[in-house]
């Protein structure tokens, strides 16, 4: 290939890389909609626990049934993925939005959120599939952008409701018009030289996750990290709230804790691409155990500090979120790494619905814990997965006899 050709190609990756991550920082803000928005739900509809962690954990249960669907039909893999892409984006959208039009905190919004849970299952798996096709030797870089975007989306609606105060329809509906807008521009991506196309239906693909063990490693570590990361996200600012309101004033404690929780996701959005950059010159499993390490610290550091100093909570949350989410990337480089190129959408969906599924036990679970063991032992128990992610990088290290 000739430089002025070479030039063309490294011109179109990356403003296509650009795309794909500006558009998933817009449609992933739907993600944490609920989350944002909760208090001021719980205190217009006056739900109880049971309801208010439904609405929380019904994304999650939506996106495990739209993952699951779309890696059985291999979706990604069969089609233009920026269509999939588009499609679902503006599905998610109008589901979000529906919640201007139905009960507060009743059985209509869980079902929408569900609803946009399954939509999101054709957005974030998607959007790495076009990257991979981007390229192989600096895939965790790529693959790292794109998680950072789906970090930074999914802190927007804390901002948004920070800013919007007690009107959480305002965050409903800037949520829904920003998704809107990614569809359409993901429609000015390119699909690169690297990406692949399957040809026919084949249900089998998902068995390759048990079958080839550099695979099943990658599954292992990434369970291990998603049993933290999303009771982390969903949780952390109600956490926070609770420790701050032991010493100071209530409403002051609540606007506190929500730019706490944003800052705590948005941060760790900042740390994906230089540690996609440090996978691929010392290995993608090695990273993702080092960022292990440092969340499963920070989990019992932050433990220990509740009910202590503001300052010293915010902190030690901000280093938590930090560390939490740059490894998420490489499980699913290390997931396109070992599998064929035609099957590595599906896989790396499924990879997310496995995930996710995990996700709904844990979002569901944690306020009931807290409720009844208290936040420091609840957040503590959150370093579990970590502990147990580290020791699958540790095998998957020894199985190829380098850092992959």
Not at 176 to 190: N, W, Y
Not at 357 to 368: C, G, M, Y
Not at 392 to 404: D, E, F, V, W
Request: proline share 4%; glycine share 10%; aromatic share 8%.
């Amino acid at each position: 290939m000739d430089p002025s050709a070479t030039e063309v190609m490294a011109s179109r990756k990356w403003r296509s890389i650009a795309i794909i991550a500006i558009a998933q920082i817009a449609a992933m803000s739907l993600w944490f909609v609920s989350a944002a928005i909760l208090p001021e739900i719980v205190a217009e509809a006056n739900i109880g626990a049971g309801r208010a962690a439904a609405l929380a954990s019904a994304v999650q249960a939506g996106f495990v049934a739209g993952a699951l669907i779309s890696a059985i039909l291999g979706l990604a893999d069969r089609f233009d993925p920026r269509i999939v892409f588009l499609l679902s984006a503006l599905l998610a959208a109008a589901a979000n939005a529906a919640l201007l039009l139905t009960t507060v905190g009743g059985a209509g919004q869980i079902a929408l959120r569900f609803a946009t849970g399954g939509c999101l299952a054709g957005i974030y798996p998607v959007g790495m599939k076009i990257a991979v096709g981007w390229g192989q030797r600096d895939r965790g870089l790529l693959v790292g952008l794109l998680v950072g975007a789906l970090t930074l989306g999914s802190s927007v609606p804390h901002l948004i409701s920070w800013y919007g105060g007690t009107d959480w329809r305002l965050t409903v509906a800037a949520a829904s018009v920003l998704a809107s807008l990614a569809g359409i521009v993901i429609l000015a991506a390119r699909l690169g030289p690297h990406h692949a196309r399957a040809t026919a239906f084949d249900p089998r693909t998902v068995f390759l996750a048990w079958h080839n063990r550099r695979v099943r490693l990658a599954y292992a570590g990434y369970l291990g990290h998603m049993w933290e990361l999303y009771a982390f996200w969903a949780w952390i600012g109600a956490a926070a709230g609770a420790s701050f309101g032991l010493s100071m004033p209530a409403a002051q404690a609540t606007d506190l804790a929500k730019l706490t929780a944003f800052g705590a996701i948005a941060v760790g959005g900042l740390a994906c691409a230089p540690a996609g950059l440090l996978a691929d010159r010392i290995g993608k499993a090695r990273v993702a155990q080092l960022a292990m390490i440092g969340s499963g610290s920070s989990a019992l550091a932050t433990a220990l500090s509740f009910g202590g100093p503001a300052p010293l909570l915010i902190a030690l949350t901000l280093l938590w979120g930090l560390s939490v989410v740059p490894d998420s990337a490489q499980f699913s480089a290390l997931v396109a790494d070992a599998a064929p190129p035609n099957r590595a959408g599906s896989l790396m969906t499924f990879q997310t619905a496995l995930g996710f599924a995990l996700t709904i036990f844990t979002v569901q679970i944690t306020p009931w814990v807290a409720e009844a063991v208290g936040w420091p032992i609840t957040l503590a128990t959150l370093a579990i997965g970590p502990a147990l992610g580290v020791e699958a990088m540790r095998r998957l290290i020894g199985l190829t006899g380098k850092h992959p």
